[in-house]
Each structure stands twice: as structure tokens, then as C-alpha cells.
């Protein structure tokens, strides 16, 4: 393996934030008058994992951070000191630094100098009431006790009843010094420096195999960690051997020492011995979660023990999972689609031949059109995350902004297995941290203005995902004060916008998406400029969604985002205007009707509008929009496909309707130029190509020319 850690620079970036994600939530599912021991360790464990990958590339200030962190938890979770709601504060504080210095060595931004020392200096103040604390409560073994050097032998939890985190292990190891470099070397002894006293048997560019022999405190997955980013593990060995074995072997010839040893583990968390540390930062080692790990900790025998299939499970471990980059699944998803627009042009011909001659031809084509299907659903779910990747944040959103606010809040998710679109889900992050805000400073009140209402000091904020029908729905609801519907009215009236006190609520409550509007009597850093609810309308709207708002005054709000699952494919209705056709989102479509020339008016020469169950929705007629010639100009000898975008109606005149299909999406605006009126294109089966209607831009327009 080479010593150029370069190609391993964004594995570590890769799982060093998904670490502290689960730090993090951690730290925020911890029950300061009763903390779950599990929780400390898996939390002690990825800033031991942080720490050490770090070390290797060279990161000193995050391993600094992460050293002062990992040395109080440690003292926490041997029961040295108690957590304190503080403590999470700070270690979160701690959290928020690691992850601004892992950007920093990304080339995105960085941590303020400030911040970080202000940070170090809170837990070194904890770290000094430890260690009073540890003085008078428990003597603490010389060992364990901590120094600025930050070379002090690190161990992992163990049981009460055991005690092998105060025995000394030795370990022989032996590697090929093939593709070694000498600053390689230089790392790979400076990390087992780390964990204890390390003796040269035979080591450096003049032999091939270099043995070392290390005395530690250290479980063998600590070991294995420190050497694995160096020397390939697979080349790896390494024997463990007690005080009383060493001493037997201290003078032998290193060939003998190392005679008899055995299969060496796998680097990966399925390993066995290899389960207190679950990241090794290494490709092909699955990223498993702390809480699984944790379970296994509670297991494990007391000391580590070699299995005679150990070799077999890292194999299965190693081929469980991979990392592939996103391009790559672009590139394949495109590739299907190809294939699915391929395979409906040969239906199309297919068809047109005799099913009774061609019969052969028709059963083929048949199960073309299944294993097609088949293959697209697989490829399309590579790209589908849990909606988890976005709940997990808001949590975190939620304590810090209470905290602030001087709120009692407790926050619900449902439904975080919900999966939706790799790309849907890091556009959504925005629009629902919006919301949360929202409901935290405008939706839940005060605990005593909730007292004096009858209800419970502490309010509560619902975050739920399912999938209906083609489409994921995320709800943010909270049983807060509801929305009041004559101050948004007055607002409204104050700055101009056209209202009317017969408006229906769902019209009044999407008032508040407004640009610049703002319920708030006072302006504050969390809210009160308008700036953000408008934002959140834009941003789903351009991903093919809606927003729908229900409120009762004093109960509560739900606000709910209707979003595709993918933006690969789009679930379509095809309708015929003149020889063209075109695609219309099924998302955007109420019904469809026949109009009775009764039905249609005039306004004021300036449009035409149609009354639908006493509700007059103004005309667009596609053949104008684009310049068509259509079957009949005629209104009511035409179809209306009735519409909804953005809390507003419009009925969308065409000649005919062709069928319901599931399109593939391409960008008209990166192979041509944008249009509009339309938001992309695609290619039919008998191979013409059926541009894709911005349904929300048409419906806006129709608003704007009919006022």
C-alpha cells in the first residue's frame, strides 16, 4: 500500500462527519440524571476514531480538540465525574469546532481561532474539576493520567468486572516494507508510540519484513487501527501474547518470535476483536452505526480472541458495502433511462406488427418491458437515502433555538426510514430547518402563556415523513398557538396585497409565504424580517413540490411539502394540442373536464375565465402559450385540465388527452436553451420528443394577466 494518504483524505472526511452526526445525536439523547453508559462509550469512541485519524494525516488542531474531549469523557464514563447539562453543552460546542476544522481541511471555510480556544478552555476547566473530583472519590491509575504530550496509552471501556484495561498486552507484529515510504514509517511509529513502548526487532528500508514488538495497555483493535492506515491489512500479522509468554520469548531470535503467527483480523467492523472501534477510516470498511457497535461491545469476551474464520468474516465484511461516487450513479441512472426510452420506442414498433405471426416478437418484448422496469426501479433506489440524513439535524436546531427562546419544546420524528432522492434530500434541508424555526418562534408559545391556556408547559413539535402515492409528504406540525387569521389579513391589507375578508383559509395561510411578510411585532435575530417563509415556497416549488398549510387558533399548525421522489423520473399525463404533446405533472392535476359554453366568460376583454362548482378559474390556453395551431379554438369543444400550483387554480385548455406515462427527465435548458413554460423534456416511445409544462410557472402567469 502506498504511503500517499492523499487517496484517502475524503474516506476520512466522509466518516469523520458521519461520526459526529452520530456524536452529535448522541449527546442529545443523553439523559443527564441517568446516562446510559452505552451512549458514553459510543460517544467516547468516535472522538477516539476522530482523534486518531486525525493524527495520521497531520490535522493537530482537531487532534487537540478531539484529545481534550475524548480525555473527559473518558473520565465521565468511568464514573469519575457526573454529566452535567453543561458538559453537553460544551462537548456540542467542541462538536460544532471539529466539524468547521474537518472543513477547514476540506478547502471549505474553517474554525475561528476564537471560538476553539474559548472551547478548550471550558473543557480544560471540566477536565481540572475531574481530577479533583477523581482525587477524593477513586485514586486514578498513573497510567491513565493525562499530559499535554498527548502520547499517553489509550484504552476502551471495559466491564466492572474485569480488568484488563490495567493489563499490559504485548504484541508482536510483522509487515512487508514493500511500498513503505519513510515518512509512512515515521506515522506508523509515532502511532503505536501513542499507545505504548515500542522495540525495533527488525524494522526499515534494509530489511523486507519489519518486526516490532509493542507493550501496551491497548486492546488489539487499537492497534490495528494505528497500522492500518500504512500498511495494507491484509499483509498485516499480529500476535498477542501475555507478560508471562513475553518474558519467555524477550531473548529469542526475532525469526522465532514471529514463527507461529497466526491468520491476521480484517480491518472492519464485522472482524472479530475488532468491534470496539467501529471506523478504521479504510475503504471498503462499512460505515456501522455506534449503537450496533455498542451492542456488540456489551458482549464481547473479556480479553480478545483469534477465530479460526475470522479471515472469512472481514472477506464478507469487506464486500458488504462499497463507496461509490455520485457520478458514477448519475451515469448509470442516465444510462437506464436510455435504455427505458430504447425499449418503449421497440414497444411502440412492436405493436404495429401482428401479435399472432409475431408472437415470439410480442412475448419478447413483453418481458423486455418487465426486466426494463425491474432494472430502473433497482438503479433509481442506489440513489434513495432515508429521510433520516435531514431529521437528524433538527434535534440539535431544536435544544439550541428553545434554549434561546426560553421555550420547553420536545420534538417527534416519524417516519425517519421514509427514502426519498439523494438530491431532493440536500435541497430539503433548508426549506424544513426554515420551518422548524417557524413553528419554534411563531408556533409554540411561552410555557406559562401555555399554563394559563390550559395546556402543557412544554409544547411540541412534530416532524413525520410517508410516501403517498408517487410522492413523499413531510409534515411540520406543532400544538402551538395556530395561526391568526385577522392579523394575517390586516398585515396583509397594511402592506398592499389584494385581500378580502371571504377569502378561504388555505388562501389566507399561504399568505404568510409573502415575500417580506411577517407577522412578528418585533424584528430579533431568530425572525421578523419576512425573510425565509418565501424563500421556503420558492425552493420547493422549484423542486417539483407544494406546500399545504392547515391551522386551528389555539391548537396548532401542520404545514405540509409534497415533493416527487426523485427528479430522475416524473409521473406525467400526456395531452395533445394541435400535432404536439406535451407533459403535465400529475402532482399539479386536480381533474379534468368539457367545459359547456355556459360556463365560460369574458372579463373585461383582458381574459377568459371558466366557473368550476361556482369557482371561477381563468383560461390558458396552451395553443396560444406556444404559438399552435389547435384542432378548435373553441372552448368548450376542447378538454380542461384543471390545475393547482401555489395555493392557485387554473384551467389549462388542450385539444385531447393521450395517457398517463412515467418520463424520463431531460434538461432542455443544458442541451438547448430555456423556455418558457418549460421546465425539461423527454423522449416518447415512437421517438418524438414531448417537452415537460412548468405547471406552476403557467398557472402564476394566468393570475397575473387576469388581474
Not at 163 to 184: L, M, R, V
Not at 212 to 232: C, K, N, P
Not at 273 to 290: D, E, I, M, Q, S
Amino acid at each position: 500500500m502506498s504511503a500517499d494518504l492523499e487517496q484517502f483524505y475524503e474516506v476520512f472526511f466522509e466518516e469523520s462527519s458521519e461520526l459526529l452526526a452520530e456524536m452529535e445525536a448522541c449527546l442529545l439523547g443523553l439523559d443527564v440524571n441517568s446516562p446510559d453508559m452505552e451512549d458514553m462509550n459510543a460517544i467516547f469512541r468516535a472522538a477516539h476514531s476522530i482523534k486518531g485519524g486525525a493524527g495520521t494525516f497531520g490535522f493537530t488542531d482537531m487532534t487537540e480538540m478531539t484529545h481534550m474531549l475524548e480525555t473527559l469523557l473518558d473520565r465521565l464514563r468511568k464514573g469519575e465525574l457526573e454529566v452535567r447539562s453543561e458538559m453537553i453543552d460544551a462537548f456540542l460546542k467542541a462538536g460544532d469546532v471539529i466539524k468547521d476544522q474537518l472543513a477547514g481541511h476540506r478547502g471549505d471555510g474553517g474554525a475561528d481561532p476564537a471560538v476553539a480556544a474559548e472551547v478548550c478552555k471550558e473543557l480544560s476547566r471540566f477536565s481540572e474539576e475531574t481530577k479533583e473530583t477523581a482525587g477524593v472519590a477513586a485514586p486514578v491509575p498513573a497510567s491513565e493520567n493525562v499530559d499535554s504530550s498527548m502520547n499517553e496509552p489509550e484504552s476502551e471501556p471495559v466491564d466492572a468486572d474485569s480488568d484488563e484495561g490495567h493489563q499490559k498486552t504485548i504484541y508482536c507484529i510483522e509487515f512487508p516494507n514493500e511500498g513503505i515510504s519513510a515518512k509512512g514509517q515515521e506515522n506508523l511509529l509515532a502511532n503505536l508510540n501513542e499507545l505504548g513502548k515500542v522495540e525495533k526487532i527488525a524494522f526499515g528500508d534494509d530489511v523486507p519484513l519489519s518486526k516490532l514488538r509493542l507493550t501496551t495497555e491497548s486492546i488489539e483493535d487499537d492497534v490495528w487501527e494505528a497500522l492500518a492506515f500504512v500498511v495494507d491489512p491484509s499483509h498485516l500479522k499480529i500476535e498477542v501474547q501475555t507478560d508471562a509468554d513475553a518474558q519467555l520469548h524477550v531473548e529469542d531470535d526475532s525469526d522465532e518470535v514471529n514463527a507461529e503467527l497466526e491468520e491476521p483480523y480484517g480491518f472492519f467492523p464485522e472482524a472479530p476483536g475488532n468491534t470496539t472501534k467501529p471506523y478504521g477510516f479504510f475503504p471498503g470498511a462499512p460505515a456501522a452505526p455506534a449503537d450496533a457497535n455498542a451492542d456488540v461491545d456489551a458482549k464481547k469476551p473479556d480479553a480478545p480472541k483469534k477465530s479460526a474464520n475470522s479471515k472469512a468474516v472481514a472477506n464478507s465484511a469487506e464486500t458488504s458495502s462499497i463507496r461509490v461516487s455520485t457520478e458514477k450513479v448519475d451515469q448509470l441512472i442516465n444510462l437506464v433511462g436510455e435504455l427505458v426510452i430504447t425499449q418503449a420506442m421497440l414497444a411502440q414498433t412492436a405493436s404495429e406488427v401482428d401479435p399472432v405471426i409475431f408472437e415470439k416478437l410480442v412475448s419478447g418484448m413483453n418481458q423486455l418491458e418487465r426486466n426494463t422496469r425491474d432494472l430502473q426501479e433497482s438503479v433509481m433506489s442506489i440513489r434513495m437515502l432515508p429521510i433520516s440524513f435531514v431529521f437528524s439535524r433538527f434535534p440539535r436546531v431544536v435544544r439550541d433555538l428553545a434554549s434561546k427562546l426560553n421555550k420547553k419544546i420536545e420534538l417527534k420524528q416519524v417516519g425517519e426510514g421514509t427514502e426519498l432522492d439523494k438530491g431532493l434530500i440536500e435541497k430539503i434541508a433548508d426549506p424544513l430547518t426554515h420551518l422548524i424555526r417557524n413553528s419554534l418562534d411563531h408556533g409554540v408559545e411561552m410555557p406559562d402563556v401555555r399554563v394559563a391556556a390550559g395546556k402543557p408547559a412544554q409544547g411540541t413539535i412534530t416532524l413525520r415523513a410517508f410516501h403517498q402515492g408517487g410522492s413523499i409528504v413531510i409534515e411540520v406540525g406543532d400544538d402551538g398557538a395556530g395561526l391568526n387569521r385577522e392579523k394575517i389579513l390586516a398585515k396583509a391589507k397594511e402592506r398592499g396585497i389584494p385581500v378580502h375578508d371571504g377569502m378561504p383559509d388555505s388562501e389566507v395561510w399561504m399568505l404568510i409565504f409573502e415575500a417580506g411578510f411577517s407577522t412578528a411585532a418585533v424584528v430579533t435575530d431568530v425572525s421578523g424580517r419576512g425573510v425565509g417563509m418565501d424563500v421556503v415556497k420558492r425552493n420547493i416549488s422549484a423542486m417539483g413540490g407544494r406546500v399545504d398549510i392547515e391551522s386551528a387558533l389555539g391548537v396548532g399548525t401542520r404545514i405540509s411539502v409534497r415533493l416527487p421522489l426523485t427528479l430522475a423520473i416524473l409521473d406525467g399525463l400526456s395531452v395533445g394540442v394541435g400535432d404536439q404533446m406535451f407533459i403535465v405533472p400529475l402532482t399539479y392535476i386536480i381533474e379534468s373536464l368539457q367545459p359547456t359554453a355556459e360556463d365560460i366568460k369574458t372579463v373585461s376583454g383582458r381574459g377568459r375565465v371558466v366557473k368550476v362548482r361556482g369557482e371561477y378559474l381563468p383560461v390558458v390556453a396552451l395553443h396560444e402559450v406556444f404559438n399552435l395551431k389547435p384542432t378548435s379554438e373553441i372552448i368548450h369543444d376542447g378538454i380542461l385540465v384543471i390545475l393547482e400550483a401555489e395555493g392557485q387554480k387554473a384551467a389549462m385548455l388542450v385539444d385531447t388527452l393521450i395517457g398517463q406515462h412515467q418520463v424520463v427527465i431531460k434538461s432542455l435548458e443544458s442541451n438547448y436553451r430555456r423556455v418558457q413554460g418549460v421546465s425539461g423534456a423527454t423522449i416518447m416511445g415512437d421517438g418524438k420528443v414531448a417537452l415537460i409544462l412548468d405547471t406552476a410557472a403557467l398557472v402564476t402567469s394566468s393570475h397575473k394577466e387576469s388581474v
